[in-house]
């Protein structure tokens, strides 16, 4: 501890930014062994006291934020980037009504995932651990600094958090608030800690601290995402594009496909899971896609089609092969006619991005030969893509969607934030 | 499949390095979509059907194998060089035993992991799927060809393997037998690949082809499995060193003590589990070190103990601050004393390589703290770190003992070959 005073002293006030971020670095793992054996009584008092102080601190938060808005709104930002940008009273009580739902939900750590006994009489368990630190960087979105931190601690992480620096007062007005809690909790403030300068460098340092971070987790626009995965040499868990597909097959009932269409596509065109294309059998082109682009049509919807799509209607405009690839994230939507389900299928694993992927029918093998060969972290059958979503999937909370196929595939929750140890009892056995 | 023979026909016959590759990858992303729907009964047989055509190519296989020790004979090759790239009937025949063992291993793919129901009536199931594809970068060891492309067929993956390019031969011939398997079964032979050149560039282009490998398993020593971490673009599932401990704590019997740490030292030094560096509690090291230093000592084992270890022993070495981190795979032995299980535990999570490490008491309540607060992939009380290995955890059959955080920790078996989708059924739900 008084190795970590002096680091703090010496370094965070310093200005050389390798130094800033390795002594964060340092403090986060020593943080990670004293959360490792935290009792789960003591995580729950800490996100609730952590929720209690932002409620208290709204004010201070409210403040800090009005800065940001301030420096932000001097240089040319889009409505959307002030949007993500701005806190208001109800947002900050989202943060913390966020945190005491992870409160209550089970601690995933200590969990005997599996248990054995071999034949020499040893007792083998896998049982959760934590993950260790896990460093998330972030855009301009203060409300991450809660979300994200709080979901770490319950899996008993430490979290290094790097926010976009628009947001940077609001961040760190926030974190002080989750420092009370801990502190209030008897956990070192050190669980969760924001990387203490703007400098932009300081994410080049956390992506190569491969000794004090154990795995990256991106929050943010493809670029953001895509920088962390060229550059990091710590493990990724990142979640890239949605280019979610909904499929109606021939054996689809008309009233289904306008439902599930309408929300998939139109419930909210900038989340992950929205629909960006639709294909639809041969079939039942001319009986359900009129229905279906008229309700997408009357909702705001935007339809790009294939030839044969663009003569059922004259408000579809044609789509180009770069469409298929689109994840719009917004009220557009791609829509191709197909012959079969094996070629809905081929089009799905080459076009699609392996996140979630819908088929809508009444004819169950068909529906399992959609579940099995389509290669996404989200199969559904009769069902929106919408629910692509840790929420949705009763996990509690989500950091994101991981469409990687290591670790965590799909919502990344607070088990996901864990790995395993084997723990093996025995009574002086040696290996012949 | 006309596309995968052009590809083959223009491509595998050039002499460009990275077309090959590619051309390797293409029809191995082809071949994994096709073995994730495979029966387990297919892919049985085609373990059994590879086994046997090992058996019956013998002959063949030893003539390459003659080929590769002769071209290797006239550079300068250390003894173990030769020994690991040497194969002899008996090493053939391990190779169709080890397939036969993993043949009728349970098939991970399909399982549902777990299966709830949510509120709104979906029914959300996880089920394991194949990885997909999966590079092996090894050295000349002939055997890892027929282990590893085993245990990838039995999860469902399709596996491209790039041997050293010193057992080229032997692998080349291998392969062949494991084609006449495939074929046999009806799978693509494709699921099995080599890489079809000795070009040391080969590697870099596996390295980075992000669109056609899933995962990288690197299989050797250091230096390559460092190279592979450093370059991969790819996720990488290595096994870097095992540095494994075992701490004689207060209340350890001094036979015990003996018999696991000779065990764990002497019984092979040369793998992973082999124990490194021995800690002593001070309370203890009068009674028990004199007898587990004649019994090391006895069995040829060179120890370097701290100054206290030296006063009790004259044929005790001084050791060296880099003792404490040394993986020394023969049959030397770091010894130190510590004053507390604190210590005990401090000194392995600083030192050590979170492999495997022991604790021998018969303190139940030590042996509970070291299990839960030293942080490695495998933690024993009271039994020999030679038991890191997944035969003995009954696995069937491992490709190495990763010491990563993600997605595989410890032995790496056929399940930890695999990754998982969310299969979710419903009724035509939206969300609200």
Same mark, same amino acid.
């Given at each position: 501890?008084?190795?970590?005073?002096?680091?703090?002293?010496?370094?965070?006030?310093?200005?050389?930014?390798?130094?800033?971020?390795?002594?964060?670095?340092?403090?986060?793992?020593?943080?990670? *062994?004293?959360?490792?054996?935290?009792?789960?009584?003591?995580?729950?008092?800490?996100?609730?006291?952590?929720?209690?102080?932002?409620?208290?601190?709204?004010?201070?938060?409210?403040?800090?934020?009005?800065?940001?808005?301030?420096?932000?709104?001097?240089?040319?930002?889009?409505?959307?980037?002030?949007?993500?940008?701005?806190?208001?009273?109800?947002?900050?009580?989202?943060?913390?009504?966020?945190?005491?739902?992870?409160? =209550?939900?089970?601690?995933?750590?200590?969990?005997?995932?599996?248990?054995?006994?071999?034949?020499?009489?040893?007792?083998?368990? *896998?049982?959760? !651990?934590?993950?260790? !630190?896990?460093?998330?960087?972030?855009?301009?979105?203060?409300?991450?600094?809660?979300?994200?931190?709080?979901?770490?601690?319950?899996?008993?992480?430490?979290?290094?958090?790097?926010?976009?620096?628009?947001?940077?007062?609001?961040?760190?007005?926030? !974190?002080?608030?989750?420092?009370?809690?801990?502190?209030?909790?008897?956990?070192?403030?050190?669980?969760?800690?924001?990387?203490?300068?703007?400098?932009?460098?300081?994410?080049?340092?956390?992506?190569?601290?491969?000794?004090?971070?154990?795995?990256?987790?991106?929050?943010?626009?493809?670029?953001?995402?895509?920088?962390?995965?060229?550059?990091?040499?710590?493990? !990724?868990?990142?979640?890239?594009?949605?280019?979610?597909?909904?499929?109606?097959?021939?054996?689809?009932?008309?009233?289904?496909?306008?439902?599930?269409?309408?929300?998939?596509?139109?419930?909210?065109?900038?989340?992950?899971?929205?629909?960006?294309?639709?294909?639809?059998?041969?079939?039942?082109?001319?009986?359900?896609?009129?229905?279906?682009?008229?309700?997408?049509?009357?909702?705001?919807?935007?339809?790009?089609?294939?030839?044969?799509?663009?003569?059922?209607?004259?408000?579809?405009?044609?789509?180009?092969?770069?469409?298929?690839?689109?994840?719009?994230?917004?009220?557009?939507?791609?829509?191709?006619?197909?012959?079969?389900?094996?070629?809905?299928?081929?089009? =799905?694993?080459?076009?699609?991005?392996?996140?979630?992927?819908?088929?809508?029918?009444?004819?169950?093998?068909?529906?399992?030969?959609?579940?099995?060969?389509?290669?996404?972290?989200?199969?559904?059958?009769?069902?929106?893509?919408?629910?692509?979503?840790?929420?949705?999937?009763?996990?509690?909370?989500?950091?994101?969607?991981?469409?990687?196929?290591?670790?965590?595939?799909?919502?990344?929750?607070?088990?996901?934030?864990?790995?395993?140890?084997?723990?093996?009892?025995?009574?002086?056995?040696?290996?012949?």
């Amino acid at each position: 501890l008084s190795a970590v005073k002096s680091i703090e002293r010496s370094d965070l006030e310093s200005q050389d930014v390798a130094a800033i971020v390795r002594a964060v670095g340092a403090r986060a793992r020593l943080a990670a *062994r004293e959360l490792a054996q935290a009792p789960s009584s003591h995580k729950e008092a800490a996100l609730r006291a952590m929720a209690a102080a932002i409620r208290s601190g709204k004010a201070r938060i409210l403040q800090a934020n009005a800065r940001d808005l301030d420096e932000a709104g001097s240089a040319d930002r889009t409505p959307a980037f002030v949007d993500r940008l701005r806190l208001d009273p109800a947002r900050v009580e989202g943060m913390s009504a966020g945190l005491e739902a992870v409160a =209550i939900l089970p601690d995933p750590v200590g969990q005997v995932i599996a248990e054995w006994d071999r034949p020499n009489g040893l007792h083998i368990e *896998r049982v959760r !651990v934590p993950l260790g !630190v896990i460093g998330i960087v972030y855009e301009a979105r203060p409300n991450v600094t809660s979300d994200a931190g709080g979901l770490c601690l319950k899996a008993g992480n430490a979290a290094i958090l790097r926010g976009g620096s628009e947001s940077f007062h609001s961040s760190c007005a926030i !974190v002080e608030c989750m420092h009370e809690g801990l502190a209030a909790a008897g956990l070192p403030t050190a669980a969760i800690q924001l990387v203490p300068t703007r400098d932009r460098t300081a994410v080049g340092e956390m992506l190569a601290m491969t000794d004090s971070i154990d795995v990256i987790v991106p929050r943010g626009g493809k670029s953001l995402i895509e920088r962390v995965q060229r550059e990091s040499r710590i493990p !990724v868990l990142a979640h890239l594009e949605g280019n979610c597909h909904v499929y109606v097959h021939s054996k689809a009932t008309v009233a289904m496909a306008r439902e599930v269409i309408v929300n998939a596509k139109m419930r909210r065109t900038g989340v992950c899971g929205a629909a960006e294309s639709v294909l639809v059998d041969r079939a039942v082109a001319k009986s359900h896609l009129p229905p279906v682009i008229e309700a997408l049509a009357a909702a705001g919807c935007e339809i790009r089609g294939d030839a044969e799509v663009g003569t059922l209607d004259p408000r579809v405009t044609a789509a180009s092969e770069a469409d298929w690839s689109t994840e719009y994230l917004d009220a557009i939507l791609s829509v191709k006619i197909v012959g079969s389900l094996d070629e809905a299928i081929g089009h =799905i694993n080459r076009y699609g991005s392996h996140h979630t992927d819908a088929i809508l029918t009444e004819d169950p093998v068909a529906a399992e030969r959609f579940l099995a060969e389509v290669d996404s972290a989200i199969v559904l059958h009769n069902a929106s893509t919408q629910f692509a979503d840790g929420g949705e999937f009763g996990m509690g909370a989500e950091i994101g969607i991981a469409t990687g196929r290591l670790h965590a595939r799909g919502p990344v929750g607070a088990e996901q934030l864990t790995t395993f140890k084997y723990r093996i009892r025995g009574t002086g056995q040696t290996r012949p």
